[in-house]
């Protein structure tokens, strides 16, 4: 039974950490809705095998595959960030969900990793599976494509 | 615009992980109130999710659509597939995306293949080759720098987009001519982003967002020389395809609905007048493929996703598709789809086609073929009409399997 609670107390610790870039991580991969329903496959999926993931290396990473695995039940060719009208919040250009989307997958997610909600490069590459100096390429490349498309010259 | 796209960025992604409301799965409340799976009751709910796996993982076919409504008109009375391999080198076949159009097989090149560093450039070379078999390499345009490609099928003609990567934010579209190709002026210098575009004998309309808001484009002579107007909507997602009539306009509105623009040249447009908005569900984007005879569109709303297909590109009935990625081609639907639980690679993906949007017949994987988790980057593609073209890359190594229903019955 003490296994029991200590096991509840470190998941619950463990969600703590890894749920918000996780959600975020997928919901930019694929759309909002196919976001939100694989990141909590793979919060299911981290409990039901958490005698395993507990002692991984990199759960993180591991669950962002399993989101990934997850998230290709509700597969579209194309993902669809909602757009924001002009005059509704947030104030943003309007066509910077298009130009968020067409980015490819891994440029896509590091962007709003590391640029829009300030995680590390580490942290963002642990989620990718890739290497800090990666993970800070295809942000790089990311955000060089949103300014060519959104039209920003100059560094934000 | 906002200089502060990094502010913009995190407003934005604020927004829309708002969506998905991380309280709906906290610990508390989403996890099963169980030990983890070493117990009986564990092993249990195991059991009875992994059922339910297996049921959401069966495809699901089609029902309800109506058998007098083909999405298109003609499939050659065949049914045997076979696969045809060709191998090459890194200098003899092209490692990026195949497409089809103006009578030949094209790719852009893509040094950036999957899991290679992401600081590789853009290239600016294409290949072409009249077969799938042969392939030859040349610039696009010796006197581009750096580009970032994308191919346009507009069905009769295949257009080239692309973005100069210097910092300039310029843009450039380009036409097949001949053997090669030529960069025309649209008379912008900038896209939001890529641009849509259709053709119809010697007209060719583009339609585009720029800076000022919605642009068309339109040429008489083929695409060499355009003139440039506003759009008459205002608003981001749009989508223009060819009819018998002329072209026709989609257009997501505020209320995220899609209004219908006609116009006999390209030049004059129309708002079409109904009681009902053309498409019941509502919308985030609407995608609109076809040709006279057929037409396909997929409407976008988050994660919901609806098919709909129509004669006229005017009149739209819903098909109940679901299950995969659902591409139309000239020649049918393609659904591509997986096992959604297999974690690691090789990922046993599952290829149907159809004509009618009702039976599906299975295509054979090609045998010792290594699919990433990325559909979309293997280039499963239409090509010559009738033959599925798809791009196994590995490094030094190229092979291309080419796809395509025989007269063997």
Redesign the interface.
């Given at each position: 039974m003490v296994r029991v609670v200590g096991t509840h107390e470190a998941f619950t610790e463990f969600v703590g950490e890894i749920e918000r870039p996780l959600a975020y991580a997928l919901a930019s991969a694929y759309g909002p809705e196919v976001g939100r329903e694989a990141t909590a496959d793979a919060l299911l999926y981290a409990w039901r095998k958490w005698e395993k993931v507990s002692v991984m290396d990199n759960p993180a990473g591991y669950l962002f595959r399993v989101g990934q695995s997850s998230a290709r039940r509700y597969f579209h060719r194309r993902i669809v960030l909602p757009p924001v009208a002009p005059g509704e919040l947030p104030h943003v250009e309007p066509a910077l969900p298009v130009a968020l989307s067409k980015l490819p997958l891994m440029q896509r997610v590091a962007v709003v990793l590391i640029h829009g909600q300030g995680y590390g490069a580490q942290e963002a590459g642990d989620l990718l599976g890739v290497s800090r100096s990666t993970a800070r390429k295809h942000a790089e490349r990311g955000m060089a494509k949103l300014r060519r498309e959104l039209g920003v010259s100059n560094e934000a | 615009?906002?200089?502060?796209?990094?502010?913009?960025?995190?407003?934005?992604?604020?927004?829309?992980?708002e969506?998905?409301?991380?309280d709906?799965?906290?610990?508390a409340n989403?996890?099963?109130a169980v030990?983890?799976?070493?117990t009986a009751r564990?092993v249990l709910v195991?059991a009875i999710?992994a059922m339910a796996v297996i049921v959401?993982?069966t495809p699901l076919l089609l029902s309800g659509v109506d058998p007098d409504m083909p999405v298109v008109d003609s499939l050659p009375d065949v049914h045997t597939w076979e696969w045809i391999r060709v191998d090459g080198t890194i200098d003899t076949l092209p490692s990026g995306q195949i497409f089809a159009g103006d009578g030949r097989f094209m790719a852009l090149e893509e040094p950036c293949l999957p899991n290679e560093?992401?600081?590789c450039r853009p290239s600016q070379f294409w290949w072409s080759s009249p077969d799938g078999r042969a392939w030859t390499r040349e610039p696009i345009d010796s006197e581009l720098v750096d580009y970032?490609l994308h191919p346009i099928d507009t069905g009769a003609r295949t257009w080239i987009a692309g973005?100069?990567?210097d910092?300039?934010?310029s843009s450039a579209l380009f036409r097949p001519v001949q053997e090669g190709w030529s960069q025309v002026d649209i008379g912008h210098q900038?896209?939001?982003?890529?641009p849509v575009i259709a053709s119809k004998q010697d007209t060719v309309v583009v339609a585009f967002?720029s800076?000022s808001g919605p642009k068309l484009a339109v040429s008489d002579d083929g695409g060499a020389t355009f003139q440039s107007s506003r759009a008459p909507w205002f608003t981001?997602?749009f989508d223009v395809v060819a009819n018998v009539d002329g072209f026709v306009a989609y257009v997501?509105d505020?209320l995220r609905q899609v209004d219908t623009w006609t116009s006999e040249d390209g030049w004059a447009w129309e708002q079409v007048e109904t009681t009902a908005f053309v498409f019941s569900d509502p919308a985030?984007?609407v995608?609109v493929s076809g040709r006279p005879g057929g037409y396909m569109a997929?409407v976008?709303?988050?994660?919901?996703?609806s098919y709909w297909r129509s004669r006229d590109a005017l009149d739209w009935s819903r098909a109940d598709i679901s299950g995969?990625?659902?591409?139309l081609t000239e020649f049918g639907l393609l659904r591509v789809?997986?096992d959604?639980?297999?974690?690691r690679e090789p990922?046993p993906w599952r290829f149907e086609f159809s004509t009618d949007g009702e039976d599906w017949h299975p295509l054979a994987i090609p045998p010792n073929t290594a699919i990433t988790?990325?559909p979309?980057r293997d280039a499963w593609s239409h090509a010559d009409g009738r033959i599925f073209v798809t791009v196994d890359t590995w490094s030094g190594e190229r092979i291309i399997w080419t796809g395509r229903f025989t007269d063997g019955g």
């Open positions: - | 615009m906002r200089p502060d796209l990094e502010a913009q960025l995190r407003d934005y992604t604020d927004h829309i992980v969506r998905v409301n991380l709906t799965f906290s610990t989403h996890l099963p030990d983890p799976p070493s564990g195991a999710s959401l993982a560093p992401s600081d970032e973005f100069r990567n910092g300039s934010g900038r896209f939001g982003h890529l967002w800076a981001t997602y997501v505020g985030h984007e995608e997929v976008s709303a988050g994660s919901e996703t995969g990625s659902i591409e789809a997986t959604p639980w297999t974690i990922f988790d990325d979309a």
